[in-house]
């Protein structure tokens, strides 16, 4: 039953998100059109903020869901990270509008809803150990040093991907399709090559460059 409430919340919230508009949306009116008291709401959510936290874990959830059939199917490195990436627009696609709306929330360094934010650290976590699967159960060679630092630049580059389809406007979200298709074989080629002593070095400094931001 608790959990059943906690989910009609945050349903009742995206709807309400996506019809009027993030800020124009209180929790009064949430709990209301959700059917429970103001009390009830605050006390599975003490604030929207909390609810857009739910909606990320929930979107992880359902994300790694529908990748284990990608896995299951797929050992090349483009499969796995294009499947990945694919399944993410898909399952997205009904939010699509919320999140053209809300974007800029998201898109301020010190706002607690940012990817980046301390409060986003599971599911961002979450997402790093997704493409973590995406390296390990691939069969192709890479360097073992990238192959280490690799699922946290794979989590940044679906960061890009993210913000270009929150601006794509096309029918279906094709352009975002068709920016998978063209990213994901020239990342495909990079990592291949990256065994190589010539790419090697390249490779060491991107590193480099990773652990700096780090710091």
């Known amino acids: 039953m608790a959990e059943k409430t906690r989910e009609l919340i945050v349903e009742t919230a995206l709807r309400l998100f996506r019809e009027r508009g993030y800020e124009a949306t209180t929790m009064r009116a949430i709990a209301a059109e959700a059917g429970v008291s103001v009390g009830n709401a605050y006390y599975y959510f003490r604030s929207k903020e909390q609810l857009i936290q739910a909606y990320y874990d929930r979107a992880q ?10 896995f299951a199917a797929e050992r090349s490195f483009a499969g796995r990270l294009g499947g990945v990436l694919r399944e993410w627009v898909r399952i997205s696609e009904p939010y699509h509008e919320f999140a053209v709306k809300f974007f800029k929330h998201a898109a301020e360094p010190s706002n607690p809803l940012s990817p ?13 150990a997704l493409y973590r699967e995406v390296v390990e159960g691939s069969a192709g060679r890479m360097d073992d040093e990238l192959r280490e630092e690799l699922p946290e630049l794979l989590w940044l580059l679906w960061m890009g991907v993210v913000l270009f389809w929150v601006h794509d406007d096309s029918p279906g ?3 975002t399709y068709r920016l998978i298709d063209r990213v994901v074989p020239l990342v495909d080629r990079l990592v291949g090559l990256s065994h190589l002593p010539g790419i090697k070095g390249v490779a060491r400094e991107v590193i480099e460059v990773v652990h700096e931001l780090r710091a």
């Open 61 to 70: 959830a359902t994300h790694e869901a529908a990748c284990r059939e990608v």
């Open 116 to 128: 980046f934010s301390a409060e986003s650290a599971p599911a961002r976590e979450s997402a790093v």
């Open 173 to 175: 979200c094709a352009r």
